[in-house]
């Protein structure tokens, strides 16, 4: 072995701790924070369009353009560096599960109000007829089968959030791929240790994976 | 029980109801046959606001449940007399819709716990005599999607029973069914009009129709063109075009 095998070798050993250290303590609270507060959004949200509530479905169509249609990363320079000069400081970290939570909220609700629309027609006629008014009918008949139906791509994109946290590193977070850019600064192995922190995201992202067999097969079940 | 005056519908410009006066008195069975498209479920679905008419009166249990005139509406119905009124009006599909992530016991216990308030205990004691009624009583705990269809269909009539209301309606609740399965289905609709429930009934059974009906109502292009005992109607109809209809179904 050429001593810049070993060098190496023995850089990727020192550095896997605190990267995956980077990963447990910021990554996935981030993406967990974010992805719970930005469930209750979506779920809100797709609520408002689907009854078409008046008094807020303009406010909840604005803000799924808005940011659908704006980058994750600008968003966040907004929210972090952007809000301060108008006197709106926010913590770092708390200004990534703002941005973060702001994007599942948008996104997801697509997904949640698609699930929404996918049950029959049948079914809210079926409700409507037995004298279940129109909240009843969500809760009770909808709302059940929408869950099963948006399972899949729901886990989806908490993997995906999981990986996107990576651009909170650009507004100062140290989690893991932040990490990982400082101790490159520090060894100039970039190639070695972006493989690695790769790697830490690969782990945690086939873990959630089995995880979202698991459930899928769980509630896939009952019923058709 | 029901009475529909003058009733106007219309799909932007198709006109699908033109001038339906119809009345249903209590225990009376009423069959209306006609072709694809002539409005029958329009009419039906108008009476529990499935659809709402565009012009006309409709009263259920003499209670105003729909007035309105060129598409507005003159009498304001609210939300909660819309669904006290369809509490009074059961309704069976012909695709069934049974709540698919619900059991047999949970689809027929449902509505009346969150509609009229009834006790868990109460509710589930009504249901097993109702699911007992239509022999599925051994079904109970199934979920829906492992029924067949004259199966489900039975289900969905117990469950549009536990409302108890005064008036079944029944938008041909054969026509997606097996043959073999069509059966067991009209004989529970036999035995219910037996105990004296007010029908009305959307069918292509003839045989049903004549047996169980005590009027016909022959309906095509969105009219009313022939009403009257099913002697009357199968053996002696006055208008072409019943005859041409009953000629080619026959
Ligand atoms: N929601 C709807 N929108 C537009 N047209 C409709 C709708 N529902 C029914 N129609 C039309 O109204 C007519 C009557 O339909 P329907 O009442 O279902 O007839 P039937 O039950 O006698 O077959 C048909 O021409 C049908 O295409
Ligand atoms: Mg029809």
């Not at chain 1, 990727?12 to 959004?41: C, E, N, R, Y």
């Not at chain 1, 729901?154 to 932040?178: G, H, Y």
């Not at chain 2, 009074?88 to 709540?99: A, I, K, P, S």
Request: with cysteine.
């Amino acid at each position: 072995m050429d001593d810049r095998m070993v060098r190496v070798i023995g850089i990727l050993q020192d550095s896997f701790f605190p990267l995956l250290k980077a990963g447990v303590t910021f990554t996935v609270p981030l993406a967990i924070i974010s992805f719970f507060l930005g469930m209750i959004v979506a779920f809100t949200v797709a609520i408002i369009r689907v009854t078409r509530f008046k008094p807020l479905l303009p406010i909840a169509r604005f803000y799924v353009w808005i940011i659908r249609g704006t980058p994750l990363l600008v968003q966040l320079f907004i929210i972090f560096y952007g809000l301060p000069t108008i006197g709106v400081t926010l913590d770092a970290f708390v200004s990534g599960v703002i941005g973060f939570t702001l994007s599942v909220g948008a996104y997801g609700s697509e997904t949640i109000r698609a699930a929404i629309l996918s049950v029959p027609k049948g079914q809210w006629e079926a409700a409507h007829a037995l004298g279940l008014s129109r909240i009843q009918t969500l809760m009770y008949v909808i709302i059940p089968q929408a869950f099963k139906v948006a399972i899949p791509p729901m886990a989806n994109s908490f993997i995906s959030l999981v990986k996107d946290t990576s651009l909170a590193a650009t507004i100062t977070i140290t989690e893991l791929f932040q990490v990982a850019q400082q101790i490159t600064a520090r060894t100039y192995e970039p190639l070695w240790l972006y493989m690695e922190a790769a790697f830490i995201y690969l782990i945690f992202c086939s873990v959630l994976s089995v995880m979202q067999s698991r459930l899928e097969l769980r509630f896939g079940k009952s019923g058709d | 029980m029901i009475r529909i005056e003058n009733v106007y519908k219309s799909f932007g410009n198709l006109e699908v109801l033109k001038d339906i006066s119809l009345t249903v008195e209590k225990g009376e069975v009423v069959c209306i046959i006609g072709p694809s498209g002539s409005g029958k479920s329009t009419l039906l679905r108008s009476l529990n606001h499935l659809e709402r008419i565009t012009g006309g009166r409709i009263y259920i249990a003499d209670e105003l449940v729909d007035e309105r005139l060129n598409d507005k509406e003159v009498s304001r119905i609210s939300a909660k007399k819309v669904s006290e009124i369809c509490s009074e009006l059961g309704m069976v599909f012909q695709r069934f819709n049974l709540f698919p992530h619900m059991t047999v016991l949970e689809n027929v216990m449902l509505s009346p716990m969150k509609v009229k308030g009834v006790s868990k205990q109460t509710a589930m004691e009504k249901a097993l005599e109702l699911l007992k009624k239509v022999g599925l009583i051994d079904k109970k705990d199934e979920y829906p999607p492992k029924l067949s269809g004259g199966q489900q269909q039975r289900v969905a009539i117990a469950r549009a029973l536990a409302m108890e209301p005064k008036i079944m309606l029944f938008d041909e609740p054969t026509s997606a069914l097996d043959p073999e399965l069509v059966y067991e289905v009209l004989d529970v609709m036999k035995a219910l009009a037996k105990e004296g429930m007010t029908m009305v009934v959307v069918t292509h059974e003839m045989g049903f129709a004549r047996e169980v009906a005590d009027r016909v109502v022959f309906m095509d292009n969105g009219e009313i063109i022939e009403a009257g005992s099913p002697d009357n109607i199968f053996s002696n109809p006055t208008q072409t075009r019943t005859r041409e209809f009953l000629s080619r179904i026959i």
